[in-house]
């Protein structure tokens, strides 16, 4: 099984018209175009009845002590956590792609809905937790919102764009359902699957 992601090759970064947060001109911060890149795969295992497609991020700090705070820098050493950007399940097994711009299209205070999309069905991202309390942007945020990572993390961020073949029709979720309840419910029914990763940073000594 082969993934496909042409806007960047594997490994390198990620353009920031991707992202949800880009290096400014001045300052640390600023929104960026949050666009989902255009994905496709092929050569799936017989017997698959749909795909699912998880982007995760395992280098976000496990601490936000240090995080974003001036005068701060997030330790290399400090241990890491899984941030997913995309959680996407019950796609059809003639599906193999999805294109630029169909899952997000900017970044949407407070979150896009979840739920059953024209390409399959997306749970929430882990933007639901960075931004819970948060008066202006919380909410629980559907599909994909892309990278943020700290302007002050001292190591580059990592992000793994994945899609399963399974052998079911439909994975049990609904709701606001997250990245790990999707590979909990994936568990067993994985046929194969393929990897494409990128970088991205805000931090721009780095």
Request: a negative charge.
């Given at each position: 099984?082969?993934?496909?992601?042409?806007?960047?090759?594997?490994?390198?970064?990620?353009?920031?018209?991707?992202?949800?947060?880009?290096?400014?001109?001045?300052?640390?911060?600023?929104?960026?175009?949050?666009?989902?890149?255009?994905?496709?795969?092929?050569?799936?295992?017989?017997?698959?009845?749909?795909?699912?497609?998880?982007?995760?991020?395992?280098?976000?700090?496990?601490?936000?002590?240090?995080?974003?705070?001036?005068?701060?820098?997030?330790?290399?050493?400090l241990p890491r956590v899984d941030f997913?950007?995309?959680?996407?399940?019950?796609?059809?097994?003639?599906?193999?792609?999805?294109?630029?711009?169909?899952?997000?299209?900017?970044?949407?205070?407070?979150?896009?809905?979840?739920?059953?999309?024209?390409?399959?069905?997306?749970?929430?991202?882990?933007?639901?937790?960075?931004?819970?309390?948060?008066?202006?942007?919380?909410?629980?945020?559907?599909?994909?919102?892309?990278?943020?990572?700290?302007?002050?993390?001292?190591?580059?961020?990592?992000?793994?764009?994945?899609?399963?073949?399974?052998?079911?029709?439909?994975?049990?979720?609904?709701?606001?359902?997250?990245?790990?309840?999707?590979?909990?419910?994936?568990?067993?029914?994985?046929?194969?699957?393929?990897?494409?990763?990128?970088?991205?940073?805000?931090?721009?000594?780095?």
């Amino acid at each position: 099984m082969k993934l496909t992601l042409n806007a960047w090759a594997n490994g390198q970064p990620i353009p920031a018209n991707f992202a949800f947060g880009q290096i400014p001109d001045e300052g640390h911060f600023e929104l960026a175009q949050n666009i989902n890149p255009a994905i496709n795969w092929d050569g799936a295992p017989t017997g698959t009845k749909s795909f699912a497609v998880i982007c995760h991020d395992p280098d976000v700090p496990s601490s936000g002590k240090d995080v974003n705070k001036e005068g701060k820098t997030v330790p290399a050493d400090l241990p890491r956590v899984d941030f997913y950007h995309w959680v996407l399940v019950n796609i059809a097994a003639d599906t193999h792609e999805i294109a630029e711009g169909a899952d997000s299209a900017g970044v949407t205070p407070k979150g896009k809905a979840a739920g059953v999309q024209g390409h399959g069905t997306t749970g929430i991202n882990s933007y639901t937790d960075w931004f819970a309390g948060d008066a202006d942007m919380g909410g629980n945020y559907g599909g994909y919102d892309g990278p943020c990572p700290p302007w002050n993390d001292s190591i580059m961020h990592h992000y793994h764009f994945t899609v399963y073949a399974l052998d079911v029709e439909a994975l049990n979720l609904e709701g606001a359902f997250t990245g790990a309840d999707a590979l909990a419910a994936m568990k067993g029914h994985v046929l194969d699957q393929a990897s494409h990763m990128g970088t991205y940073t805000m931090n721009p000594n780095l």
